[in-house]
Nanobody, 124 residues
Framework: QVQLVESGGGLVQAGGSLRLSCAASGLTFSRYAIGWFRQAPGKERDFVAAISWTGGNTYYADSVKGRFTISRENAKNTAYLQMNSLKPEDTAVYYC?????????????????WGQGTQVTVSS
């Protein structure tokens, strides 16, 4: 069965960096676009970034543009989210989703598979 496992979350001070990983199994990874979303307590799951199945196309939410970078290594069935210049408002559970389309979307319902999430907490 399809499984996505996020890792790399933790507690960091404002201005710090974290690198999240999303390891996939049970699917042909290179045929899935990957999206990163986040969800803070009491809020909806919000789009963060997406990457096409070749890695050639990426796009970001305005709130993270210039600070976060999404990437992937198809040979390792893994996607990444490099997060720099972190702010307290970045605090959330971060999820990766897989979508069996060439390009990622910004709507959570477009993704068919999800990981369990990893907590990111940014202190001020």
């Amino acid at each position: 069965q399809v499984q996505l496992v996020e890792s790399g979350g933790g507690l960091v001070q404002a201005g710090g960096s974290l690198r999240l990983s999303c390891a996939a199994s049970g699917l042909t990874f290179s045929r899935y676009a990957i999206g990163w979303f986040r969800q803070a307590p009491g809020k909806e799951r919000d789009f963060v970034a997406a990457i096409s199945w070749t890695g050639g196309n990426t796009y970001y939410a305005d709130s993270v543009k210039g600070r976060f970078t999404i990437s992937r290594e198809n040979a390792k069935n893994t996607a990444y989210l490099q997060m720099n210049s972190l702010k307290p408002e970045d605090t959330a559970v971060y999820y990766c989703g897989a979508r069996s389309r060439p390009y990622g979307g910004s709507v959570a319902q477009e993704y068919s598979n999800w990981g369990q999430g990893t907590q990111v907490t940014v202190s001020s």
